[in-house]
């Protein structure tokens, strides 16, 4: 079974720039995409990114498109999310999960519609972003 874990996240300034982890551990984690998601009270959990599994296609939501940018490791086990030029905005609980196929919509808000099937969620990584 398939384990993620998030880190990298952290209180930054505006225009900043944080790099967050997800480290895999487990079978199969070159078989699955993951996608980087963010939660807040306001909006709840939503996807903002997606890596296939071959590391191949990459999708973004239209919030983040241009600033962040997905990338993974299959020898490590690992996927990335470089996050720059923050915005307020960008302060949530950031987790990464795990599905067969990459979401057919971002920053969607239904979640279960169009998020349910996503596993192996960890315990996420706070990003802050204040002045």
């Known amino acids: 079974q398939l384990q993620l874990v998030e880190s990298g996240g952290g209180l930054v300034q505006p225009g900043g720039s944080l790099r967050l982890s997800c480290a895999a551990s487990?079978?199969?984690?070159?078989?699955?995409?993951i996608a980087w998601f963010r939660q807040t009270p306001e909006k709840g959990r939503t996807a903002i990114s997606c890596?296939?599994?071959?590391?191949?296609?990459?999708n973004y939501a239209d919030s983040v498109k241009g600033r962040f940018t997905i990338s993974r490791d299959n020898a490590k086990n690992a996927v990335y999310l470089q996050m720059n030029s923050l915005k307020p905005e960008d302060t949530a609980a950031y987790y990464c999960?795990?599905?067969?196929?990459?979401?057919?919509?971002?920053?969607?808000?239904?979640?279960?519609?169009?998020?349910?099937?996503?596993?192996?969620w960890g315990w996420g990584t706070q990003v802050t972003v204040s002045s």
């Open positions: 999960a795990k599905d067969l196929s990459c979401p057919s919509l971002y920053d969607a808000d239904d979640f279960h519609l169009y998020y349910g099937t996503f596993g192996s």
């Open positions: 487990g079978d199969g984690f070159k078989n699955y995409a």
């Open positions: 890596i296939s599994a071959s590391g191949g296609r990459t």
